[in-house]
């Protein structure tokens, strides 16, 4: 798969529930070769911006998307990665805050 | 200007690590970087430790400026620290 087909495959699916790319695109591709990346490391698309264990069970929270993505595009307007935004984010309405880690220390188990 | 050791924990594939580099490049600061998620075994886990210490979250980038550790990419706090 190439990260334009990665692009276009998870935009047809992430938009209608609310999640939106980060306009800045060339952020955005370079988020799909890292995913596609990870997939190839570790078999499971893991967060690019986090360290993955290569344990796809102590991962699952940080499988992109990741379970802290509702809670920081509620907050924040955008997800840890900057990759997933809201329509408010991208429109600029939303202050580009840097968005803190929310996984757990403890579940970053090495 | 700092006369302090700066050094980057990163990954290669984050782009706030990214961010980060490009900064400190920017800025012409000498810093030692290491991207952890491109070591292995023994290696990768004296690193985690080391980052841990720092920052017990494990998260990237994590930046050491003398005794002052930076977690993200916080431009402000990063250029304030290094004096410019």
Not at chain 2, 26 to 48: A, M, S
Not at chain 2, 57 to 73: C, D, E, M, N, Y
């Amino acid at each position: 798969m190439t990260p334009q087909e990665l692009y276009d495959m998870l935009r047809r699916t992430q938009e209608p529930q609310g999640y939106f790319f980060n306009q800045d695109r060339a952020h955005v591709m370079e988020l799909m070769e890292a995913l596609l990346l990870n997939k190839e490391r570790y078999g499971y698309m893991g967060c690019p911006c986090r360290l993955c264990c290569d344990d796809r069970e102590r991962d699952a929270d940080i499988i992109c998307p990741c379970a802290y993505r509702e809670a920081d595009v509620a907050e924040y307007g955008s997800c840890y990665c900057n990759l997933y935004v809201s329509r408010q984010w991208n429109q600029g309405k939303i202050e580009h805050r840097y968005v803190p880690e929310r996984r757990p220390a403890d579940r970053a188990m090495f | 200007m700092t006369d302090q050791p700066v050094l980057l924990y990163a990954l290669s594939t984050c782009s706030h690590c990214k961010n980060t580099k490009k900064l400190l490049d920017d800025l012409g600061i000498q810093y030692e970087r290491v991207e952890v998620d491109l070591t292995e075994g023994d290696e990768r886990q004296r690193l985690i430790e080391e980052v841990k210490r720092h920052n017990p979250h494990l998260s990237f980038p994590t930046l050491v400026i003398g005794q002052k550790v930076i977690v993200g990419f916080r431009e402000n706090e990063i250029k304030e620290t290094l004096g410019r």
